[in-house]
């Protein structure tokens, strides 16, 4: 099976500069809907979208060309679209996890259910446990 990327893995996307394809590194912040970027080993600026009026639009900060902009943010938008497909075609697949519903418990611990089915092992059964020494 293909590993799935994350959100917030690093990837690259090329730009042309002057005539010439060029890598760059866009590295996602976990916490925010920020891109920093670099060039080789050097880092180039952040990269982000802002809501003017109805409109989504770029924005930038650092030595980032005001001409790349456009080109930055659609193949970080293409890369975006591309993880949420590989998400939607694993979730079709299946990831092969019963659902919480469906899991009753292991068979040791089905003489200890208080009656729901659950298979849980009430706080009773816990003492004298490593889980009551707080207590």
């Known amino acids: 099976m ?6 917030w893995e690093p990837f690259d ?15 996602p912040d976990r916490e925010e809907a920020k891109y920093e970027l670099f060039d080789d080993h ?8 802002e809501l003017k009026g109805t409109a989504t639009v770029w924005c930038a900060e650092g ?8 080109q930055i943010g659609e ?21 092969g996890i019963i659902p919480g519903a469906q899991i009753q418990g292991s068979d040791a611990d089905l003489d200890k259910s208080d009656g729901n089915g659950s298979g849980l092992i009430p706080d009773e059964d816990l003492r004298g446990s490593d889980a ?4």
């Not at 996307?13 to 590295?27: A, D, R, T």
Request: charged share 30%.
């Open 63 to 70: 030595m980032i060309a005001r001409e790349l902009l456009d």
């Open 2 to 7: 293909a590993k799935i990327s994350e959100p």
């Open 13 to 27: 996307i090329q730009v042309v500069i002057e005539g010439k394809m060029e890598k760059i590194l866009v590295i």
């Open 75 to 95: 193949q970080i938008e293409q890369n975006r679209e591309w993880l949420l497909s590989e998400e939607g075609e694993q979730n079709q697949r299946g990831s």
């Open 132 to 135: 009551d020494i707080d207590r």
């Open 42 to 49: 050097t880092s180039i600026g952040n990269v982000w979208t």
